[in-house]
């Protein structure tokens, strides 16, 4: 059973603080939240155009022209020609690096309130998530953690945050997937899940 439709921006005010300190979880229905990272629990300090860059550079010294792909493209290029775990090495450094230095955005205080399960499903690398998440104080609130590389596919695909589903012992009706991007929204649908936008859309990211 849907609680909030996936197709309709919602702002994901989860939980409502009072002046005396007590909470309100808006989030009841649900026996599990998970969150995309970069744009909705953090801003990483990573600067996309250099890492670009540097996968270029990774392609030509292996003898490949990647000259006008994105990453994304290019990450699916290391898979073609099997240099899919040395492409990830550049990638995960400069995300590792730019974790450590992120930026907490407002949602992030509500990780340790909610009062079940809360796990991560991001685009980011696993271990760039969990140096955030460190670098925060959050990872002892995270119960459930899936990266780009965690998995055979990434979002949009539905596995990635099916996994983290499966980790938490939650069925896909019974969650919540909060982000900040169209990708996000649409591997909520793909996976029957019941998705909410950090601030009402989608930000570009």
């Given at each position: 059973?849907?609680?909030?439709?996936?197709?309709?921006?919602?702002?994901?005010?989860?939980?409502?603080?009072?002046?005396?300190?007590?909470?309100?979880?808006?989030?009841?229905?649900?026996?599990?939240?998970?969150y995309?990272?970069?744009?909705?629990?953090?801003?990483l300090?990573?600067?996309?155009?250099?890492?670009?860059?540097?996968?270029?550079?990774?392609?030509?010294?292996a003898?490949?022209?990647?000259?006008?792909?994105?990453l994304w493209e290019?990450?699916?290029?290391?898979?073609?020609?099997?240099l899919?775990?040395?492409?990830?090495?550049?990638?995960?450094?400069?995300?590792?690096d730019?974790?450590?230095?992120?930026?907490?955005?407002?949602?992030?205080?509500?990780?340790?309130?909610?009062?079940?399960?809360?796990?991560?499903?991001?685009?980011?690398?696993?271990?760039?998530?969990?140096?955030?998440?460190?670098?925060?104080?959050?990872?002892?609130?995270?119960?459930?953690?899936?990266?780009?590389?965690?998995?055979?596919t990434?979002?949009?695909?539905?596995?990635?945050?099916?996994?983290?589903?499966?980790?938490?012992?939650?069925?896909?009706?019974?969650?919540?997937?909060v982000?900040?991007?169209?990708?996000?929204?649409?591997?909520?649908?793909?996976?029957?899940?019941?998705?909410?936008?950090v601030?009402?859309?989608?930000?570009?990211?």
């Amino acid at each position: 059973m849907s609680r909030i439709g996936r197709r309709e921006p919602i702002e994901a005010v989860l939980l409502r603080r009072t002046p005396d300190g007590s909470v309100t979880d808006d989030t009841a229905d649900y026996e599990a939240i998970v969150y995309d990272l970069d744009g909705t629990l953090v801003d990483l300090v990573v600067s996309w155009d250099e890492v670009a860059a540097d996968a270029v550079e990774f392609f030509a010294d292996a003898g490949v022209d990647a000259s006008g792909h994105d990453l994304w493209e290019m990450l699916d290029l290391a898979d073609e020609r099997g240099l899919r775990e040395e492409l990830e090495a550049v990638v995960a450094g400069h995300e590792r690096d730019g974790a450590t230095v992120s930026e907490l955005l407002a949602l992030a205080e509500d990780v340790a309130d909610h009062s079940v399960p809360v796990g991560v499903c991001s685009l980011n690398s696993e271990a760039a998530v969990r140096a955030a998440l460190d670098a925060h104080s959050l990872s002892e609130h995270v119960d459930a953690v899936v990266g780009r590389d965690t998995v055979a596919t990434r979002k949009p695909d539905p596995e990635p945050l099916l996994a983290t589903l499966r980790e938490l012992g939650v069925e896909p009706e019974r969650a919540l997937f909060v982000g900040d991007s169209r990708r996000d929204e649409l591997t909520a649908e793909r996976a029957g899940v019941d998705f909410r936008y950090v601030d009402g859309g989608p930000s570009g990211h």
